[in-house]
């Protein structure tokens, strides 16, 4: 800007900003307090006025100097910056490094699910990828299926090693390396995988530049570029980078990376693609890759591409020198090792390690009895739905973000399919001439799962296959279309199937499944939330509708014009032109309706009540069946995930996800499915529903995370009863964010969570269920004293509203029920406690008599098998005959003596004189001295209906004792009727011991 020498243009042209654009900011001062610059940020400098300024600036000699000399060089063409001298210049290809190391270790959404668990590093598993020579580069790909024979019988190889030197010659003329494989099989996870590894010097460092390039972000360029603009465009530190320009032979420490050819249209014909060798030329984005392929531009450069199988052809094979084909996971060690740099990375914690090591254990049982998820985590890509979903079953607790099984599998398919699209026009894609691809899955292979759902089928026959998925006869452009989808997905979603018999093996028997049997019932749920199923009526309604929308402008438009002239009645006609669009409004909400309607009845079939609940379902497809098994026809299985899909897919986030997925669920259409759906549930919920059925239904509202929905449903319940279903922490997460979505002011009359296998740690996360209850059942798990810390605290909170406590059959043992006591003198809602069963001794029961009086509200008291002696059984029943309130006390199955037993009974009769006055019913045997109890049945209906997880031996005894005492009873009986009385009671007590010795092994714990 100071070169006097430069004609006056270069001079003005040079001379737009201030001094504060090109001076230090730490040398502003200087000039400020010296000089006045206002003048000089105004004008042109001349050559007259130069000298004089140079005298007012009284710049330092070393800063004048510096800033003359960087305005030489900038004149003479290498446009340093100023003062360039003040720090050391950075490598370009270092900030590369750290760049891509950045921009490839950053985890996609669907990866942060499992929290800060994961790194490309910690869980990359490296696939088997073998070399194929170019006539052999379509050959039959390995599958479980094939036998050894069949299977090349190459070594696998790494990327590095494809780009080794060959025989033919050095590394005069770059490689031209081709990677290929189907969907899912881990193409782009090598790749990741790779320029990490790159950028920490651990792999192909005979390359100083590695230039990855999206040829999906390449396919939307619309203007013509050089290579060099285009590099610099997306990496814009190596603008000036020496290595691109062309000149010698820099080129061949550069390595260019293709990612998804499939993406691109190239076409290497010289009349379509022009020949251009400089890299500063600009051309289209394809010419520019077709030009590094043929090796006219930069051809010491060496290049991989990947593609899928569906584009191996698009570039020729003279211009590639290896070709290698990746095959995912190919035997159950790799697949182990996934599995394993998965479910381990949890933090340390001991229990969930313990855990993850299970977990694995069985999965690998699973995969080597060559089932049918063998099969499926052929691809990489199903190992991690295997993964995410064990993950969201096993390991989701309060802290983590909320996830759904909808969600995972909707997430699945935008990590593989998202964005993707068919093109339906031959010349360059455009947004009008594109198909989202998934939509085209949904109408496809959505509509073979729907059809397979509704007709209780689980595989299909290759002429079922031609049928929905080939359809009809189709024009040429539909046909490639067809041709490129059974290429590169079909076989991503329909596997051959394993279970087939042997007799079914030949080729026209040959039968199909979905990889994974819950992704047959998701893509049947889409394809009725999409309305893809729609009547002949619907569908005629609807084209109707259209022709008529396009019409109805110009007729009312016409109507408008000359009805100035004409009276309208003669038009009156055109008018039912505006009925038709309502009609079909009315018709597509029966439609919305009837989906509802689908969802509710598939919800409540009577013939799945008894399975196990869906979330058991799919751990049991995952992780398989051990032990023995009843035989099963192989279409037998129920589809109880199908209509909680349903519910799911209209939940925001998923529909959010399945808009980039190309397929649009409307808000109107939710609406109108949410409104029918309330009705139905809220009609089929005031029934009795067996316990998984119920945990079904809660599986769906939470699947569907609607609150208000789930609100309003919820209010038609009294009882949530989920007796011997085996809680995991993801159900009672569930639970308990369902039952959060009530006002506080609900509450349910019981809720039932007997023989649960119920811990310590559930019982931290269902709090805030127990808050929504009067009646807590938690008898017959696995609760010990630790436990009562957290009862102890929930008894005593201020909003605490339970009423009836049962824990029996629980180790709560001495500790624990004195840690439970401590909360008597706080709680004023509880009316009935049991303890029966719960190993608390003549120490326990003495300590509950000493605090009895500190809660004045308590009715019923049950600590019955207990180990409790004559002394502290008196002594607890002295207690509660001056409470105010309990009415029944029960010790059966203690250690009590006859003289005993007739001593409570005599404490339990009112007081003539002193005391309250009040009678206390002692439940301590089926007789009461020489007579019978009033309360033998409800003893001996007790002792029935748990003797299965009691000892047997222990409850044998008891039962032998009562029939003794009934024995002597019956003896002492005055009258023939009494005598009689005495025999029913022993008929019942007999009963009792004979289910005992027919089923002793009902004596080994609590059923599931």
Known sequence: MWQCWISSGVLRRRWRG???????????????????????????????????????????????????????????????????????????????????????????????????????????????????????????????LLKASQAPQSASVTVEQLFEPTHQGGREQGLNVLLYGAVGTGKSTVVRKLVLDWCAGLTLTQFKLLVPFSCED?????????????????????????????????????????????????????????????????????????????????PEASILVTTRLSALDHIPTKY???????????????QRAYFTSRLLQQIGEKPRNQEAHALIELLYLNLQRESQLAAACFLPSYCWLTCAILHFLHFTDAQAPIRTLTGIYTS??????????????????????????????????????????????TSFSEEELEQFVGGKTKTDEELRQLAVFRTDVLDFFLVPCIETKGSELNEKEKRYVFAIPAMQEYLAALY???????????????????????????????????????????????????????LFEKISSRSKGRIARTMAAEMFRSEDSFNEDVLDQVEQSLLGVHGPQPQERLDSRAFELYPIFMGGLLHYGNRVLL??????????????????????????????????ELMDLLVLLYEFQNPRLTAEVLLSIRSIKLSNVRMTPLKCFILSSVLACVPSRYHLEELDLSSCHLTNDLLTMLWPAFRHTHNLNLQFNSLGPESCILLRDLLLDPNCTIRSLHLCDNPLLESGARCLLDALLGNQSLRQLSLMHTGMGDTGACELAKRLNQHTGLQELNVAYNNIGDNAALTLVDACREHPSIHTVHLYLNPLSNVGKQSLYVRGVPLNQGGTG??????????????????????????????????????????????????????????????????RVENGVRQTLQMLQKDPTRTGGSAK
């Open 659 to 692: 808009e980039q997925l190309g397929c649009s669920i409307k808000s109107t259409t939710v609406a109108q499915i949410t409104r029918t759906l309330k009705k139905h549930l809220a009609a089929e919920i005031v029934k009795w529903q067996p316990p998984e």
């Open 218 to 298: 390449l396919s939307q360029l619309s203007k013509s570029t050089s290579l060099r603009d285009l590099v610099s465009r997306k990496y814009l530190h190596l603008k000036k980078i020496p290595m691109l320009s062309g000149e010698s032979d820099q080129a061949k420490d550069v390595l260019f990376l293709f990612n998804g050819m499939e993406k691109m249209k190239l076409d290497f014909r010289i009349g379509s693609t022009e020949l251009c060798s400089d890299p500063n030329e600009a051309v289209p984005s394809g010419a520019v890759v077709v030009n590094l392929l043929r090796k006219y531009m930069l």
């Open 528 to 582: 009725v939330v999409l309305g893809e199923n729609k009547t002949a009526l619907e569908k005629l309604s609807k084209e109707v509708t259209v022709a008529i929308g396009q019409v109805s402008e110009d007729v009312n438009t016409l109507i408008s014009i000359i009805s100035k002239f004409i009276p309208l009645r003669v038009f009156a006609v055109f008018n039912l032109l505006k009925l038709f669009p309502s």
């Open 918 to 983: 009040r009678r206390v019913k002692v439940l301590a045997s089926v007789t009461e001295g020489s007579d019978i109890s009033e309360d033998w049945h409800p003893i001996l209906s007790i002792i029935s209906k748990n003797a299965s997880s009691w000892e047997r031996e222990r409850v044998r005894e008891q039962l032998q004792i009562f029939l003794r005492d009934l024995e002597w009873g019956r003896k002492q009986a005055p009258s023939f009727w009494k005598k009689m009385h005495f025999r």
């Open 412 to 457: 699945f398919l935008r990590l593989n399919f998202g964005g993707e699209v068919l093109e339906t026009g031959g010349g360059v894609s455009s947004l009008e001439h594109q198909n989202s691809l998934m939509l085209y899955v949904v109408r496809t292979v959505g509509k073979l799962a729907f059809d397979g759902v509704t007709k209780k089928r």
């Open 320 to 334: 590639v020198k290896r070709y290698a084909q990746i095959y995912g996971f190919n035997d159950p060690d790799r």
């Open 18 to 144: 201030t001094l504060n654009d090109v001076l230090p900011k730490s040398n502003i001062s200087i000039l400020h307090r010296n000089v006045n610059l206002s003048p000089l940020t105004s004008r042109v400098i001349t050559y007259r006025n130069m000298g004089s300024c140079h005298r007012q600036l009284r710049l330092p000699g070393g800063l004048w100097r510096t800033f003359k000399y960087s305005s030489f060089y900038s004149a003479s063409g290498f446009h340093s910056r100023f003062f360039c001298s003040s720090g050391p210049e950075i490598d370009p290809i270092e900030i590369h490094k750290k760049k891509l190391n950045l921009w490839f270790s950053h985890l996609p959404q669907e990866e942060k699910q499992f929290g800060d668990y994961f790194t490309p590093e910690t869980m990359h598993v490296e696939p088997l990828i073998l070399e194929r020579k170019p006539e052999e580069r379509k050959g039959p790909l390995i599958t479980p």
